[in-house]
Nanobody, 128 residues
Framework: QVQLVESGGGLVQAGGSLRLSCAAS????????MGWFRQVPAGKERECVG?????????YYADSVKGRFTISRDNAKNTVYLQMNSLKPEDTAVYYC????????????????????WGQGTQVTVSS
C-alpha cells in the first residue's frame, strides 16, 4: 500500500501562485509514476493536469495549464510537487495526487483508471 497526503491548497487571487505537495509513504516512492488530477464538482470528469515519470525526466501537462504549472518530484523526500503560477478562476478545483507502479523509468501515465493510489485531495480556489 501507498499512502498519499496532499497539502498546499487554499484561496488565492487570480494571477497568484500556489505550490501543492504530495507526501508518499508505505512503499518505494521512486518505483512509482505520479500524477496530479483535478476535479470540479457537479459531475465533471477528473482530469490529469500533470504527470511525471518515476525518474522525474518525463513530464506531461494538459494544454490548459502548459506554461503555468510545473510538476516535479524529490525521490529523497518521497514527495511530488505541483507549482501553479498565473492562476485563473477556472483552475478552481479539488486537486488530487495519484501513483502507479512503473517498471519503466520514463513512463508517464495520463489515464486516471491506471492509477492505483490516490490522496484525499486539496481544495484550490482562485478568486477573480
Amino acid at each position: 500500500q501507498v499512502q498519499l497526503v496532499e497539502s498546499g491548497g487554499g484561496l488565492v487571487q487570480a494571477g497568484g501562485s500556489l505550490r501543492l505537495s504530495c507526501a508518499a509513504s508505505g512503499r518505494t516512492f521512486s518505483d512509482y509514476a505520479m500524477g496530479w488530477f483535478r476535479q470540479v464538482p457537479a459531475g465533471k470528469e477528473r482530469e490529469c493536469v500533470g504527470a511525471i515519470s518515476k525518474n522525474g525526466v518525463s513530464t506531461y501537462y494538459a494544454d490548459s495549464v502548459k506554461g503555468r504549472f510545473t510538476i516535479s518530484r524529490d525521490n529523497a523526500k518521497n514527495t511530488v510537487y505541483l507549482q501553479m503560477n498565473s492562476l485563473k478562476p477556472e483552475d478552481t478545483a479539488v486537486y488530487y495526487c495519484a501513483g502507479v507502479y512503473s517498471a519503466s523509468y520514463y513512463r508517464v501515465v495520463l489515464d486516471k483508471s491506471k492509477y492505483d493510489y490516490w490522496g484525499q485531495g486539496t481544495q484550490v480556489t482562485v478568486s477573480s
